[in-house]
């Protein structure tokens, strides 16, 4: 480190670096080692997918019916557009255009926005509907009065007809008494522990309701554990969407500088990192999309 | 001066009394808590982590207390989970992976290097207290909500206990985010601080082990993040990715865990590795044997850490193929493990062997670390391991690692860089003695529960048969030893900062950079630019016997 006190640091190198190229230089380095850890991050989450969807790959093909091709097709085109105007506005960083810079991250901020705007109005319908992870998923559960009474029905049936049987156990012609179980017959896998279960069948005239109102009506049999698929869906869009939160907030700070004119052609290190990391959220959505909105 | 402190730095090591170093260049509670200093966070890190030993150790004492008799002792079965759980978890989380890397390398890495900083003194202040943040979270949770899952988390218990698992795993997942970022700040730091002349295989090889461990907390860390957030979902909203009982998979979860946890496992060992390279090498006062395959060794083992998870679950449910390759890729582990041991004895044959306290520490570690690391041959073959699983001998094997190992490596790491960190000696005959009680009772501790384990005595019970309980007193009895050895060791520590003696800037005669600064370091670490040399270049350190310490008498390079 030949390494001269007298030498007069520019503005902005701290005073461990000797040059602002190293400086700038190890900023890169452990952004896209941060990067790195990013995509290991969501990359448990690849791993969980890929296992149960082999596992389960007719849960992923119906499912999927659910989702808004068009409003994730929107949303896809929504952050590839902000990725281009942050590279823009990286590029104006450079060029030291401070104008452009500050126009470039604005539009970057305002499709962050966009995005988190449309996936709120894809949550809010999937919350409306009930197709929530888990003990959650209660597809139907929209009109809760009805459901609850049907429920409350059912049971009440269940209770008499039991009680009938105990009372006058019904008997061959020879005036043998037939055995019956009155254990209920166990429910196969994992269906018996879903919540709601044996509730969520629609009439044909509820189903057209359905349809009229704008609600997906998806081919095929419903198979067993279509909570998987929410279960997933939730968790990937979900960690991705607090990493456009956290992108926003990042690009607010960087036009925050900006407008202060903290930036000029010799240091635009946090312009270009913050870049980098908006692209790299842009690019595990570009995976997403087509991974959870386009199966089958 | 500055002409003179370009042939001898020695004369530039010895300031005059009252020159300002690290410690004294600024005061009150803000110069220390808003520090962005490498060497201020090292010794912040250092008491934190130390703390926290000292309150697993605690632990530790209770639970061997506990299993002195069968059944009650002290404590019922619920308390006594949740005394081995909190043993556990704070050992691991908040002791063994930070203490080396955040609190030694803190403060060791950028004066070795010849750096001022590290990369990011920012992030590395950031890091700290997300780690104290993260700390205190896990603690609090611990203490008042209870856990009894173990540190490992396993499903299904841990989506169906009572106990707190959403607390204590959100602080887990701080923690971790805390090591992402003092590895990635390592990292950088050594790719791109390194002043000129100083190459790769000019690095010490303490540096050499910083880099391969920080590699690990980059890589393997997050994938912990996410099997933590995704636990914390199986827990808040049931999505059944691990819960059989929706037709999840249970040993995915181990699956994930293991996939960060073996590699951690090395986060653990690896610096310690890299300490003893230091020890063995500077108290031979004699050049490593064979630099270049410890280094090497060194990132070997970071890479055979990620392929070798799947040994944690062979009796798990895994298929044949699975268990046989992971058991076959567990046992090429043992040769970088091995390439180290066989270059220490190589570097001490013919050396001039000092035995102060350091080195006592290192050769324990070697004698320690044998045991450890051969005890792990059984566990990796398959038929063996069907029987020593969840026994004792697994208890054992790991803690001759882990603590026979990392823990007497950082111990000795701390008292071979006290003098330089606080600029005082300790009293080396207190010390000698605490280093015995230590070494004499862990043995005694842990040996007993190597020959209990392969007699059958499952770990983790509390509630276990006759016959084994003498093999359980006789290793409590080593523990109260051990921590009355490490008792001592405080005293003597806190003693030295009041009474001891001032430290001279080379006590030991080491070789490398940070022997070269003033002890404590200036605030800059070098008041000139030190030149680099070969790190293990021990001709020109001459011993002065009337001031007890070590000067540099060589002609030096030209300035790089």
């Given amino acids: 480190m030949a390494h001269d006190h007298a030498h007069d640091h520019p503005p902005h190198l701290a005073h461990h670096f000797d040059t602002p190229q190293q400086q700038f230089e190890s900023g890169k380095l452990g952004m896209w080692l941060f990067l790195a850890t990013e995509i290991l991050l969501f990359g448990g ?16 093909d119906y499912a999927h019916q659910y989702l808004d091709k068009v409003m994730g097709g929107i949303n896809t085109v929504v952050l590839i557009c902000s990725s281009f105007t942050m590279a823009w506005a990286v590029r104006c960083a450079q060029t030291e255009n401070r104008k452009g810079l500050i126009l470039g991250l604005a539009l970057t901020l305002l499709g962050g926005a966009g995005f988190m705007g449309i ?104 198979p067993e554990g279509v909570w998987w698929f929410f279960g997933i869906y939730f968790l990937m869009t979900g960690l991705h969407g607090f990493h456009v939160l956290a992108g926003m907030g990042v690009i607010g700070w960087l036009l925050y500088r900006s407008i202060k004119g903290h930036f000029n052609k010799d240091y635009f290190a946090p312009v270009d990192l913050g870049g980098l990391y908006w692209h790299l959220v842009d690019l595990i959505w570009i995976y997403l999309f087509p991974l959870l909105y386009l199966i089958g | 001066m500055a002409d003179a402190t370009m042939t001898n730095p020695s004369a530039a090591s010895t300031p005059p009394a009252g020159e300002m170093n690290y410690l004294t260049c600024a005061r009150g509670w803000k110069s220390w808590f808003l520090t962005l200093d490498h060497k201020r966070i090292g010794i ?187 636990l914390i979902a199986e827990r808040a909203l049931g999505v059944g990715i691990f819960a059989a009982s929706m037709g999840g998979d249970p040993v995915m979860f181990q699956h994930f865990f293991w996939f960060y946890s073996h590699p951690a496992v090395y986060i653990m060992i690896l610096p310690a590795l890299g300490i ?104 990796a073959m398959l038929s063996v391991d069907v029987h020593l699983h969840d026994t004792y001998f697994v208890v054992a094997h790991f803690h001759y690692v882990m603590m026979g190992s990392t823990v007497i490596a950082m111990v000795g790491g701390m008292h071979h860089w006290w003098p330089k960190m606080f600029g005082k000696m300790y009293n080396e005959t207190a010390a000698r003695i605490a280093f015995v009680l230590v070494f004499i009772g862990f043995n005694v501790t842990f040996f007993t529960q190597f020959i209990i384990g392969s007699q059958g005595m499952p770990r983790r019970y509390y509630d276990y048969e006759p016959q084994f309980q003498l093999g359980h007193q006789i290793s409590t009895m080593g523990s109260y030893v051990m921590g009355l050895g490490f008792l001592l060791m405080l005293g003597y520590l806190l003693h030295s900062l009041v009474r001891g003696k001032k430290a001279p800037a080379n006590p030991w005669g080491g070789s490398t950079l940070e022997w070269v600064a003033s002890s404590p370091p200036s605030h800059h670490n070098f008041d000139e630019a030190p030149q680099v040399d070969d790190p293990y270049d021990f001709t020109g350190i001459d011993y002065k016997p009337d001031t007890d310490e070590y000067v540099f008498n060589r002609p030096r390079a030209a300035k790089a």
């Fill in chain 2, 276 to 379: 003893v390279s230091e020890l063995i090498a500077c108290y031979s006062h004699k050049p490593i044997f064979g630099y270049r395959f410890i280094a090497w060794s060194s990132i070997a083992i970071a890479l055979f850490s990620f392929i070798v998870w799947g040994h944690h679950m062979f009796t798990s449910g895994q298929s044949e193929l699975v268990n046989m390759v992971f058991s076959a890729l567990t046992f090429s582990v043992s040769i970088p493990s091995a390439i180290k041991v066989f270059n220490w004895l190589a570097t001490m044959y013919k050396g001039a062997i000092t035995l102060q306290t350091p080195m006592l520490y290192g050769l324990g570690f070697i004698f320690l670390f044998t045991i450890g690391g051969l005890t792990g041959l059984p566990l």
């Fill in chain 2, 44 to 230: 912040m890190y250092l008491i934190a982590t130390m703390s926290s030993f000292g309150l697993a150790g605690l632990f530790a004492l209770l639970v061997r207390t506990e299993l002195l008799t069968p059944k009650d002792t002290i404590v019922d079965a619920d308390m006594y989970n949740q005394f081995f759980t909190l043993h556990g978890a704070i050992m691991v989380f908040l002791f063994i992976i930070p203490s080396i890397p955040a609190a030694l390398g803190n403060f060791v890495l950028p004066i070795m290097l010849g750096a001022k900083d590290v990369a990011f003194p920012k992030l590395n202040l950031f890091s700290f207290y997300l780690w104290m943040f993260g700390g205190i979270f896990a603690v609090v949770t611990l203490a008042t909500g209870g856990l009894d899952t173990g540190w490992t988390f396993y499903t299904p218990y841990s989506i169906e206990t009572q106990t707190a698992v959403i607390a204590m795993t959100t602080g887990a997942f701080i923690l971790g985010f805390s090591s992402i970022f003092t590895g990635l700040n390592f990292i950088v730091t050594i790719h791109k601080l390194r002043p000129p002349g100083m190459t790769w295989f000019k690095m010490p090889l303490f540096l050499w082990a910083i880099y391969a461990t920080a590699i690990l907390q980059v890589i393997a860390t997050p994938v912990l993040g996410i099997t933590l957030l995704l």
């Fill in chain 1, 45 to 60: 989450l690849f791993c969980a997918y890929a296992v149960y969807r082999y596992m389960y790959p007719e849960v992923f």
């Fill in chain 1, 119 to 222: 996936k709120y109005v894809e949550y809010a319908h999937k919350i409306h509907d009930g197709l929530l992870p888990g003990t959650y998923y209660d597809p139907g559960g929209h009109d809760p009065e009805s459901l609850k009474s049907a429920r409350e029905a059912k049971l009440k049936a269940a209770a008499a007809a039991v009680a009938t049987e105990a009372a006058a156990p019904q008997k061959t012609a020879d005036g043998k008494p037939i055995e019956q179980s009155t254990i209920a017959a166990a429910p196969r896998g994992p269906k018996g522990l879903r919540k709601g279960d044996g509730i969520h069948t629609e009439t044909p005239e509820k189903a057209d309701e359905h349809a009229a109102a704008g609600h997906v009506q998806p081919h095929g049999e419903r």
